[in-house]
């Protein structure tokens, strides 16, 4: 008949062990495992221990031989595990990432979970997995410019600066446009909304032409200066640069952050995305 090995207790794991065994907010398994390991320590076998305890001789069997090896700490966490095997070989996620990276599906702009789950032969789940777990989104675009302003940056460094450290007695404005607003009315009157029914409105309209907004905020109190024209040219922007002039009192100096584009007209010599400034104030009269 096998026996099995003696197991042997310092005094701080004995302590230790009947007071896992015995509290009453210790987890059960653990205290299960102090109580094998206790008995152990009597001289006692597996299959009496299983008895005593109502459990199984290969889980005796099993807590023992990790308390020889481990000691204390073999009990009270359990062994790490290996853990699934991957469904989808290396091969394959490898696939599907030289595809999405350096290829684009034939007759299309970009791939789709769908055409790219033909491609390679798996799933559509699959491919949004690995899409998801490189942080990969092939139907997403994001568009860039770099400025080519030999002063860009002069300029950033005078804007950053305003926020930075803020003049005294100076107002801030982040200047804007939104041009091309078109003023349409539709053809017949609005139907307003109404019990089981949404608001209605005819599917044709009537173009009134086309305005250009321009706008100021106030970087401090968040106020904004508008007016609107018919017109987008250089002329506009200067009856609104005056327009601010006249907002503003007296006694502070006005400080414009604006784009080239706005600032030039929207001229073809622009630079859109490149910032101008003027440290001194605006010519009042």
């Known amino acids: 008949m096998r026996v099995a090995p003696a197991i042997v207790l310092s005094e701080e794991e004995r302590e230790r062990l009947r007071s896992w065994s015995r509290g009453r907010s210790t987890p059960h398994r653990l205290v299960l495992r102090s109580r094998i390991v206790l008995r152990a320590a009597e001289g006692l076998q ?84 690995v899409w998801k777990l490189y942080r990969l989104q092939p139907h997403r675009t994001r568009t860039f410019k770099v400025s080519k302003d030999p002063e860009f940056t002069e300029k950033v460094r005078d804007v950053v600066g305003l926020y930075m450290d803020p003049p005294e007695k100076a107002v801030v404005l982040c200047v804007d446009e939104k041009t091309q607003i078109q003023a349409l009315d539709r053809t017949q009157a609005i139907l307003p909304l109404r019990p089981g029914l949404p608001e209605s409105r005819t599917h044709d309209y009537r173009r009134n032409g086309m305005v250009d907004l321009f706008a100021a905020l106030n970087t401090m109190d968040a106020t904004v200066i508008t007016e609107f024209h018919r017109r987008h040219r250089h002329t ?47 010519r009042r009269g």
């Open 46 to 129: 597996n299959k009496e221990i299983a008895a005593a305890l109502g459990t199984e001789p290969d889980t005796v069997s099993l807590w023992r031989r990790r308390f020889r090896i481990h000691r204390l700490a073999g009990i009270e966490r359990d062994a790490p595990r290996p853990g699934r095997k991957p469904e989808v070989p290396q091969a394959v996620v490898d696939r599907i990432l030289r595809k999405t990276l350096e290829e684009r599906p034939r007759g299309s702009t970009h791939w789709s979970t769908r055409t790219m789950a033909e491609e390679v032969g798996v799933s559509r789940e699959t491919v949004r997995r």
């Open 236 to 282: 506009e922007f200067l009856v609104f640069l005056r327009t601010i002039d006249d907002a503003v009192p007296e006694e502070f100096d006005v400080h414009v952050v604006s784009t080239n584009t706005i600032a030039y007209g929207g001229g073809s010599a622009a630079t859109p995305g490149s910032a101008s400034i003027s440290r001194r104030p605006v």
